[in-house]
């Protein structure tokens, strides 16, 4: 550790946020913590430590740092300088003098000046990310020890979204029940003959059930406290499921009219949103409405981006959902068709646009794909 009072103040030293640390608010609750975008590490911060970080993120002394916060705080400079230690010891600070921060500072200047600040943090992220090959017999073991390691700093996300309190429910059969209803062969489903029934209730909730419900759950090995992995009919990497389905009706009579977010533990489709305006929705979801049928019902798919970024922290992790999604989207056809049903898939969708009709945060939750469903 680097002793504060004696090396750093003595000599009246410079020092500076480091170049690849990031200062970001977690969460509605005010959270505050530091992202190291090279070490790929998280830090919680209180205010003094926070306080600390932003004075020192365009370069100052420490003389006055400790003058301007100590009075900001009331801090006795013993209590200063041990939370000098503890961020330097954590390369959230670093010596302006240090010649890699030298060299380091004038490459990052260079892309910001350039407008590439978000290229910037992605070749942070990217470079030399200590990947896993897991061919090799010992990846499994440290597999599990970073889990370990990032369930200290983090809370693993919840596997389902919460239930919508007071929303009009529509109740569907569990996925174990709907999925005994399918007697299709395979021939059956791939014939060219297959679909020719028109969508009704009974076959949404069972496509619905059967391609977004939950099997069975899992319990997280060594930790009862964490809550169960979910088991569903499309594969997920480590069981994260990070796809939601949402419904519009647009024209099935025995139920209203609007959007509908399914509960896969609860097994309903809950309203979220009653305003319907067809022409919005044709505008907005153009490419649902080139199926080569009248749609009576779209459904959307979207992303919980953090269920997998919480296990897999390389950037590359952004394109698992869409094969998550796409999975998911699959099963939506194969049961539609196991049940005649007609099924068109298209990303051609407004993303924005749905984020804002579902109540949803396009940088939690975003929106990936559509199905139209006839």
Known sequence: MVNGRDVVLRNSTLLCLDFAVRICVENLDGDIVAIHLQKKEKYQLNRIAAYILIFFSG?????NALKRISKEFDLLSEEFFSALDALLASDLLVFTEDHRCKATF??????????????????????DYPFLDYRSTDSWAEDVERMEKYRVHDKEPSRHKNELINAKKIECESTIVSLKSLNSSINEIFSPNSVNEALDVSRLKSIISCSL????????PGHPEIP?????????????????????????????NGLYWFSPQSYSLQLVNRKFDIREIRTNLEGLFRAEFEPRVLVVLTSVFKRNMFRYREPRTFRTIFIDA???????????????????????????????????SGLEEGAILGIALG
């Open 59 to 63: 370069g100052d002394t420490v003389e």
């Open 106 to 127: 004038k490459k990052s200047k260079q892309w910001i000046s350039n407008g590439w600040i978000e290229s910037l943090d992605y070749n942070l992220l990217t470079t």
């Open 213 to 220: 419900g939950k099997l069975r759950e899992r319990p997280v």
């Open 326 to 360: 796409g999975h998911v989207a699959s099963t939506i056809e194969m049961v539609s068709r196991a049940l005649k049903v007609k099924s068109f898939v298209q990303h051609g969708i407004n993303d924005k646009w749905f984020e804002g009709y579902a109540n949803i």
């Open 228 to 256: 169960p992995f979910l088991r569903k009919t499309s594969p997920s990497g480590g069981s994260r499921h990070p796809t939601e389905g949402y419904i519009i009706n647009l024209s099935l009579e025995a139920i209203d």
